[in-house]
Each structure stands twice: as structure tokens, then as C-alpha cells.
């Protein structure tokens, strides 16, 4: 025994010599690829829709005829930009675009190699996964530090802007629990309730310098590319949120999901069926801090600008709400949820979610934030009737799952999460 024992210390180095080579290599590889490139071709000449729906053919060329009763067709619109922000449910609307895209044969804007644009990188064109000149794309859809010029590059003229905010307190204890452990300043906050212990008093903690902090403060305004350390009272705060009113066709809000998907319907002249969703990418309840009043009061201070940025597209949406009527949007809703409902049966084993250890089948298995299996997932049912089988696998695919499905090179961000199995984090 005592002669094995240099052996096993040997071989026991040996390992971990190997696993720190490969994490090393594979965190240079991930850090490589979030640099700016910095040669870029001429800029692309921007393309008219590459879309050609029946529908849209159709429509055309009833009113090229003159038919005063065609000419009122609502023709689905199909060019889209979809700002995905942080923690606001938009990975379930990612879904439903990714199926609406398929239904129509629409063309995506799609980064390589992983699944968001080199966030938190500003948006290049250059980072569009096999772009040339002369390309068409219908959607873009995924994580970005938003650039509207560079991404005017990409989409046609037409395209329609869409984006989702959420009740900055809400937001921030949700990043502060997904991205906490990739967020180094959190490391040194004492107690079980970091959220809490930080609220008290950020400055003892926050560095706008610190690797990835942008995580931990105004993270809606930093998303569309603002500066997220600005004082809320600061001139340039107005005039950024001007310039967002001024891009963005529709500004959804996560507490009225449902409301702004009617919203949308009616703008994209989309049909309810588009709209049908689960609810993906969400935590268990044991795992969200509750606020108390003087929290969530401190959380909307710290996060003085996204809350000044909610209030105003809180604004607007009732505004759009009642320009679309009351009534109308209610029993719009309601039929929604009755449909949304009916899935459900169709679809989902017992009905609710699982804890991620209780998900059947890998490819059902959400993308985990690190150092957490806190991401509920679901279960299909059995025996699901063969009309909805491939629709109800499609509604409950994670964001990964459903990308790669598409024909995204993801390597970087499937060879990320082995390591990551690996070291158990």
C-alpha cells in the first residue's frame, strides 16, 4: 500500500493538471471569441424582404388590380428585429418566433458558434454567422448589446423593432441570482441573502469596472447599448430613451405578457394561433428572493434609470391598450389563456412544471445559470394525438435545443456547458 501511495498522488495530479488545461483552454477560446473583429468588409447595401408569402403575393397583386375589397387584407408581417433583453420572459417569446419563422420559411439572423451576438460586445453586422453581401434576412432574435446602425445593416428597411421590459426590482433579484456566481464582486458579500445584504448599501460592493457588473445595474438600459452608469437625472438618460420610443415599434412589458402578444398580433396582423407559448426558462419559486417594500424600494432607486425607462413604456403600452379597446383586449386575452390551457392538457405531463433532476429526456433539459440547477423545466406527455406531437415537442424545447434545431453552429456554448458538467458548476 505504502508503495502505491506516490502513484495515486501521480496520477491524482496528472488529472487535475488536465482538467485545469482544458478549462483554461476552453475559457480562452470562449474569451477569444467575444473580441471585436477588427477587419471589416464594406458595408452591406440593406435589402428589401426576402419573404415571399403566398399571401403577400397575393395582396399585391390584388391591389395592383384595384379591388377595393383585397386591398383591406391583412398580410402577416414577417421582417422582425427582436431585442432580447436579460430576465424578461424572452426566451419564451423567442419560441414563439422561432416557430412562427419556420411556419413562414422565413430566413434568421443567427450568431456562430454560440447562442447571442458576442454580448456584451456592442452589435457588429460582422458578428451575423456567415454573412456576404447581397444576404437577406427576415428576424434577428437573439442576445445582443443593441447597435440600430449595424443592425440596420443586416434587416430590410421595413423591418418592425420589438422588444420586452420587466419591473426593474423584479429584474434585478432575478440577474443577481442568474449571473451572481460569473459576477466576481458578489463573491465577497457575507450572508445568506446577497440580494439583501447588497441592497443595503451597493457601494460597499459594486465597481462599474468589476468583470461583468453591467449584470448587477441597470441592466435593460445597458442592453440597448446605453451607458448603464449614468446618473438618471443625466440629460443624456431622456435623450436615449427618446431615441428607443423613436426605434421601437412595440415595447412589451413581462407583467402583461399576454396583453402585449394581443398587441402584437395586431400590429404583425399574426393569427392567435401564433401566439401560443409555455412558459420557458423560469425558476423555482423556493429559489426568488422576496423583496420587502423598503428592498424593492432600494432596488428601484439602484436601478434609477431602468425604472425610469419602465415607467415610460408603461405609459405607452396602456396607451396602445386603449387605443386597441379595453373590451376587445380582455376578451382577446381570454381566449388566449382558454387555448394556452387546452396545450397544456395536450402537452405536459401532470400539467406543470419539474425540477430540472426530473426531466426525462436530455433534449426537454434547460440551460442552467452557474452553480445552479434552479431552471424548471417540463416532461411531454404520453401518447399525445400525431397532430399535436410536433408542435408540442416545439413549445416545450429550450432556447439551445430549439438553435441548434435550426441549424446553429453552437460549439462554443455546448463545449462551455460539458465543461461545465464536468467540474459540476
Known sequence: ????????????????????????SVTLLYCLSTLQVTFTPPDLPVPHS??????????????????????NICVPKVDIMFMKTHKTASSTFLNILFRFGE???????????????????????????????GMCFNIMCNHMRFNAPEVAKVLPRDTLYITILRDPAKLFESSFHYFGHIVPL??????????AEFLRDPSLYFNPDGFNSFYLKNLLFFDFGQDNTLNPDDPRVEESIRLIAERFNLVMLLEHFEESLILLKDMLCWEMNDLLFFKLNSRQ??????????????????NGIDWKLYKQFNLTFW???????????AKDVTELRRRNAEMVKICIE?????????????????????GERSIVGYNLNKNIDKAYQVLCRKMLTPEIQYLSDLGVSLWLTKLWGLLRNIIKW
Open 1 to 24: 500500500m505504502l508503495q502505491k501511495q506516490p502513484r495515486q498522488w501521480w496520477q491524482l495530479g496528472v488529472s487535475r493538471v488536465t482538467v485545469a488545461a482544458f478549462f483554461i
Open 186 to 195: 458578489t463573491w465577497r458579500i457575507p450572508g445568506e441573502d446577497k440580494v
Open 285 to 302: 419559486e423556493t429559489s426568488v428572493s422576496k423583496l420587502t417594500p423598503e428592498l424593492r424600494a432600494k432596488a428601484l432607486q439602484w
Open 350 to 370: 401532470g400539467g406543470h412544471t419539474v425540477a430540472a433532476v426530473n426531466i426525462h429526456e436530455q433534449a426537454m433539459q434547460p440551460w442552467q445559470p452557474f
Open 103 to 133: 411556419k413562414h420559411k422565413l430566413k434568421f439572423a443567427f450568431p456562430s458558434s454560440r447562442n447571442d451576438f458576442l454580448y456584451p460586445s456592442p452589435f457588429q453586422h460582422t458578428y451575423v454567422g456567415g454573412l456576404k453581401s
Open 50 to 71: 426576402c419573404a415571399l408569402l403566398p399571401d403577400r403575393q397575393t395582396s399585391q397583386s390584388a391591389t395592383a388590380n384595384g379591388s377595393q375589397q383585397d386591398s
Open 319 to 329: 396607451e396602445k391598450v386603449e387605443a386597441y379597446g379595453r373590451e376587445r383586449m
